[in-house]
């Protein structure tokens, strides 16, 4: 991980230079982000990029070590970074490998920082992954988790140079999306861009927290296609999936 953990916009402009990966990879996803000609779908990304709300931070191989120092110096700040902000990791570019390989390669993330984080699991989430009130959590606090990578191809939401990781703190989405009527509006906008946006049509995966037949997980890393994701774990801390297993075997 770099000295600095965590860089606004103007900052990544500041740190490194015009040819470096970084900046590389930051102009890359800046462009996106504002593009008035081909407009990205998430309209809460946009509006945080916009506002500078966002938190961004650089790991050459995004090792779980590097990614538990980033969340663990912007999480107890972030409330005061603004309603639309989320913390986004950027890896060093390399050869693209398998959709497959960077599925499996997040979710061992994401099991290995669950690990190694010191704090108890939010008391108000629960620890199984097949549940509609589960999310992922750290330093006890719920966060929505969106993976991006160079394998994927048709859905272009989704697509970066190299493997990318944003953490979105959950109570943002309360904030923002607490109004049944906002929530409407705002949901319909992003699906309505998603549309010509991803040579895919929009995943069957996508939905609203708490609904009975939601599930985060799924959210989180979305695939090339429309095809059905598995469940990868039953829960990501081996000592809570045994819990959970004996309250199952004891029923």
């Not at 995004?62 to 110096?73: F, G, I, K, Y």
């Not at 959709?99 to 290995?112: G, M």
């Not at 010509?196 to 929009?202: A, E, F, L, N, S």
């Amino acid at each position: 991980m770099t000295e600095s953990l965590l860089f606004t916009s103007q900052a990544v402009a500041k740190s490194f230079a015009e040819n470096s990966w970084q900046r590389l990879v930051f102009n890359e996803f800046a462009s996106t982000l504002t593009s008035k000609s081909r407009p990205f779908p998430c309209v809460f990304g946009v509006a945080g990029f916009t506002a500078s709300h966002l938190r961004f931070g650089f790991s050459e191989a995004m090792r779980a070590e590097d990614v538990a120092q980033a969340l663990t110096a912007y999480l107890p700040e972030c409330r005061r970074y603004g309603r639309n902000t989320s913390l986004v990791l950027f890896s060093r570019p390399g050869p693209a490998a398998s959709l497959a390989s960077y599925e499996k390669r997040f979710w061992a993330l994401l099991r290995e920082l669950s690990q190694k984080d010191e704090y108890n699991w939010s008391p108000h989430i629960p620890e199984t992954l097949d549940h509609p009130l589960w999310e992922f959590c750290f330093n006890g606090e719920p966060i929505f988790v969106v993976c991006n990578t160079p394998a994927h191809v048709n859905r272009h939401s989704r697509r970066s140079s190299g493997f990318m990781l944003t953490f979105q703190p959950r109570w943002v989405f309360d904030d923002i999306l607490g109004d049944p009527q906002i929530a409407a509006n705002s949901t319909g906008k992003v699906r309505k861009r998603l549309a010509p946006y991803d040579i895919v049509p929009p995943s069957p995966a996508l939905g609203a927290y708490g609904d009975p037949d939601n599930r985060e997980w799924r959210q989180y890393f979305l695939g090339d296609d429309n095809r059905p994701a598995t469940c990868p774990f039953h829960a990501l801390r081996p000592d809570e999936a045994e819990k959970e297993v004996n309250k199952e075997n004891a029923a």
